[in-house]
């Protein structure tokens, strides 16, 4: 069974940072893309960045300044720095693993994390 665990959410100040983690475990298959997606409350879920197997990133517009993706040795975990935060981050964030496209889409992915909350007050 495959489980995604988030972590490392949280409330901070316009301007602060956060580093979410996500664990894999029990992904007996070769995943190809690891993706980190975020959700506001009344609000479409939307992709922040997404890295593949080869290491290659790509991010959504808005945030690729300010937020970094980066996964570790094992490729079980995946990181997502969030760097001079905005009261408009505040959503919930999800981790996904995708085993064919890697893409922003969130249909691309099948195994989501239960989620982690960000919160940012001015």
């Known amino acids: 069974q495959v489980q995604l665990v988030e972590s490392g959410g949280g409330s901070v100040q316009t301007g602060g940072s956060l580093r979410l983690s996500c664990v894999v475990y029990?992904?007996?298959?070769?995943?190809?893309?690891m993706g980190w997606f975020r959700q506001a409350p009344g609000k479409e879920r939307e992709g922040i960045a997404i890295?593949?197997?080869?290491?290659?990133?790509d991010y959504a517009d808005s945030m690729k300044d300010r937020f970094t993706i980066s996964q570790g040795n094992a490729k079980t975990t995946v990181y997502l720095q969030m760097n001079s935060l905005r009261p408009e981050d505040t959503a919930m964030y999800y981790c996904?693993?995708?085993?064919?496209?890697?893409?922003?889409?969130?249909?691309?992915?099948?195994?989501w994390g239960q989620g982690t909350q960000v919160t940012v007050s001015s």
């Open positions: 996904a693993v995708s085993s064919g496209e890697c893409s922003l889409r969130a249909l691309s992915f099948n195994y």
């Open positions: 029990g992904y007996a298959y070769m995943w190809y893309c």
């Open positions: 890295i593949d197997m080869n290491g290659r990133e």
